[in-house]
């Protein structure tokens, strides 16, 4: 029996029951197969090798997929056989016939090798295949059907039934379009022998913190359900329905119909998302010429213009091989290139547009010694196609003051020429400035992203050192140099009139000014005794420093990662550990640093005349600004917890709270709340959410399945997050945590060969990723410092338009 007998009748013929004879004479290879026929047909087999009496599983399953078949739109419909003789695999008329075969078998070798032969060839013929529950077990040592399940239960896995949290991570898919995000429901749970992520498209995965998933369990990515498309046909395998009661459940039901909708061909779905062999990394820029930054500077930021062309800036860190001058009676003390590159993925070229000249030329030694400062971001505006405009966010090195040590940061608007991607520098605008202190090291920020309405956002660190406070709250008051505070970030980050520590939102204007829209967390009259307290550009305070930002301009939500402070573990003194922090941001609001960290985990205070002494907790619901440094406002907006938070322990660690509210902080006692990502050295890098363009004809366009979704990564590549999670828009504003989240480490490689470093990652109009690599020193650009493209080939949807049942929508 060839795949091409089975073919004629799978495929061919306007209705199942006028399909004229097979043809054996055709092949697979020869078919041009016609829509198929409106009289749909599922062969639900039950065969099974097990002893004893028949499952109670089989009438419920039969019962229930029988009435799927009988429910919905009449082009939706199909007719249901059941049979647990598996001779039909070798009678190749009568199984072509079929547009899905369904397994509900209780496991064991059901098939001899022609019968196993037969439902091969079907596959190879366009076939379709559901497998249920206990499908997983059917023909042990076939590799072939090892490779159509997707995967063999551990024989360790739980027998008990247990009801558990199902996060329905595909939003596209027939089978979990429907679904709820968080599908809570009873049922037996697998676990794998080896995880299929990966090598099969997950539409859906097992929360295992829901219950008591065993020794052999599978950590934070548990699939549960997912589809492929195989040897020529559809594969679909839930390892839910292992209860009678599972078939009575209409959440079930509209599982398996969606299922059976694809693999009969009654309905597209795409299956091959998620499958990491479908995408290509590919490095974009080559290594810099010796003692130059002619293809790359100290990676830094990018952004895409609508014609494609990725505009990347470098901080201002030179070629190793360069001089870095740090002594500050040296009137060149700092000083670098903050460098603006142009790849044109048209002449695979790049453009060295223009150079600043920026104080950010310093690294390493102690904090009075390196620097953050220099080139930080980058955007275009709105209408860059009709007027070339280019926002700077940077620190210039001619407004530097050596005497006191302070600096200028300014937001500064340039205009690029399109034919010669050259910036023109005597263009510029200075639309925003502030000062920075520039004696003590770190946290500069530097992001920058636009809404719909035309809002600039310009993501500013807390301008504070990372020493002086242990690690934990950046908030000592006495270090100072020449009357200026450096390691209170209460001056900065918790100062209701201090930019810095900040994403501020500004509405820029044609003549280079700004005015402020409404809703921001200020409008700059606000008042304590004594006068102004409050900058009306602040939009979100009490953030460390946020290095990368985002708003999707479909819903306007901001989306935002900062960097965490470097105590290694919790203190019962203190507070919490570092935590690195991403927030999904719907509404103007205080974040809480230095304050309250996570989800709104308190700090001690600290206070003269002995910083080492430790006062009372914080108050996050009604936080008070009370550090000697403070100009702003003394009572300061309640903090909002944040959606996601890591130490080196884990993801969202909490701890149990006393009668105040006060978490214990005692490692030993901490719950892990985000259990798919840990720290150690950490540096958060917030990324984009995609949207998919369906009006584009891009044939690298990342797949309609990551619609919607967030990406967030780390700086780091080990057990930190390169992730894309899903949020539930009901609770994303108030630190409501993801609901779902897949590793991307296998689509956006890491490790030395590939992409160690993240330091921004952004879509371009043609729906590929674009991702800077750091590089493999700081404060440099070196011979690994490069820009990427990910794009994915896997193809659309399937099956094909034209091999779709008729009557299919």
């Not at 820009?787 to 091999?803: C, E, F, I, K, S």
């Amino acid at each position: 029996m060839t795949a091409g007998v089975v073919a004629a009748g799978l495929l061919s013929g306007p209705a199942a029951s006028a399909r004229p004879a097979p043809d054996p004479s055709l092949t697979t290879m020869s078919i041009k197969s016609p829509p198929g026929g409106a009289n749909v047909r599922v062969l639900l087999f039950y065969g099974s090798a097990a002893a004893g009496d028949e499952s109670p599983l089989v009438n419920a399953g039969i019962a229930a997929i029988e009435k799927i078949g009988l429910a919905g739109p009449a082009q939706e419909r199909f007719t249901v056989e059941a049979t647990d003789d598996a001779a039909v695999f070798t009678n190749a008329t009568k199984l072509g016939r079929f547009n899905s075969v369904v397994f509900l078998t209780g496991g064991g070798d059901v098939l001899d090798p022609d019968q196993e032969a037969g439902l091969e060839a079907y596959m190879e013929a366009g076939g379709g295949f559901v497998g249920i529950h206990d499908a997983a077990r059917a023909e042990p040592y076939s590799d072939w059907f090892t490779g159509l399940i997707g995967a063999r239960p551990a024989a360790s896995s739980p027998a008990a039934v247990q009801r558990a949290t199902v996060e329905v991570g595909d939003r596209r898919h027939p089978a979990t379009k429907d679904l709820p995000l968080q599908w809570k429901r009873p049922d037996q749970w697998f676990n794998w022998v080896k995880n299929p992520s990966g090598d099969v498209h997950t539409v859906a995965r097992v929360r295992e913190s829901t219950y008591q998933p065993g020794a052999s369990a599978n950590g934070a990515d548990h699939p549960v359900s997912w589809c492929r498309d195989y040897d020529g046909g559809r594969s679909f395998y839930t390892g839910m329905g292992g209860t009678v009661s599972s078939y009575d459940e209409t959440d079930f039901r509209t599982h398996l119909r969606g299922a059976l909708l694809w693999t009969t061909r009654l309905s597209q779905a795409d299956c091959t998302a998620t499958i990491n062999a479908n995408y290509r990394a590919e490095r974009l820029t080559q290594a810099n010429q010796p003692g130059q930054n002619d293809q790359i500077g100290e990676p830094h930021g990018l952004v895409t213009a609508p014609d494609g062309r990725v505009l990347y800036i470098g901080r201002g860190g030179a070629d190793s091989s360069q001089p870095v001058i740090t002594d500050w009676n040296n009137p060149d003390v700092g000083k670098g290139k903050g460098q603006i590159h142009v790849y044109d993925p048209k002449t695979k070229k790049v453009t060295l547009a223009g150079e600043l000249t920026v104080f950010g030329n310093k690294g390493g030694g102690d904090e009075l010694t390196k620097v953050e400062e220099g080139l930080l971001g980058i955007e275009l505006d709105p209408r860059f196609e009709q007027n070339g405009w280019v926002y700077l966010h940077y620190t210039p090195h001619a407004q530097l003051n050596r005497d006191t040590q302070m600096a200028e940061r300014r937001v500064s608007r340039f205009t690029l020429d399109p034919a010669t991607d050259k910036l023109d520098l005597s263009s510029e605008k200075v639309l925003l400035k502030w000062p920075v202190q520039v004696h003590s090291c770190c946290h500069a920020g530097g992001g920058m992203t636009w809404d719909s309405r035309g809002n600039l956002y310009i993501a500013t660190g807390d301008n504070n050192s990372s020493g002086f406070s242990d690690g934990y709250s950046g908030n000592n008051p006495q270090p100072s140099y020449k009357g200026v505070s450096f390691a209170d970030a209460r001056r900065t980050a918790g100062n209701t009139n201090n930019l810095n520590g900040k994403i501020l939102r500004i509405h820029p204007e044609p003549d280079g000014t700004y005015t402020l829209p409404e809703g921001n967390l200020f409008t700059g009259k606000e008042t304590d005794e004594g006068g102004g307290k409050t900058r009306g550009e602040i939009y979100v305070m009490g953030v460390r420093n946020p290095a990368r930002i985002f708003v999707d301009r479909t819903t306007d939500v901001l989306y935002a990662g900062w960097v965490g402070p470097d105590a290694g573990e919790p203190s019962t003194t203190w507070g919490p550990a570092k935590y690195d922090t991403f927030a999904a941001i719907t509404e103007a609001g205080n974040r809480g640093w230095p304050y309250c960290m996570g989800n709104k985990q308190p700090y001690r205070d600290r206070n003269l005349p002995d910083p080492s002494k430790p006062l009372g907790w914080y108050d996050c619901d009604h936080p008070k600004n009370e550090s000697p440094n403070n100009d702003g406002l003394v009572d300061i907006p309640p903090v909002t917890g944040n959606n996601v938070w890591y130490s080196p322990q884990g993801g969202g660690p909490d701890y149990p709270r006393d009668a105040n509210g006060i978490p214990s902080y005692k490692k030993d006692e901490a719950t892990y709340r985000l259990p798919w990502l840990k720290g150690g050295g950490q540096a958060a890098m917030n990324g984009p959410v995609y949207r998919y363009d369906a009006t584009s004809d891009s044939a690298v366009k990342w797949p309609a399945y990551w619609d919607g979704k967030w990406f967030i990564g780390d700086f780091y590549d080990a057990d930190q997050p390169r992730n894309a999670v899903l949020m539930d828009p009901k609770t994303q504003g108030d630190g409501g945590l993801p609901v779902h989240s897949e590793s991307l480490k296998k689509i956006v490689p890491i490790g030395n060969e590939g992409i160690k470093n993240l330091m921004d990652w952004k879509f371009g109009p043609d729906g590929s990723l674009y991702v800077l690599d750091y590089g493999r020193g700081f404060f440099t650009s070196d011979g690994r410092s490069a820009l990427w493209r990910v794009t994915y080939t896997g193809g659309g949807p399937t099956p094909a338009a034209d091999q779709l049942a008729r009557g299919a929508q």
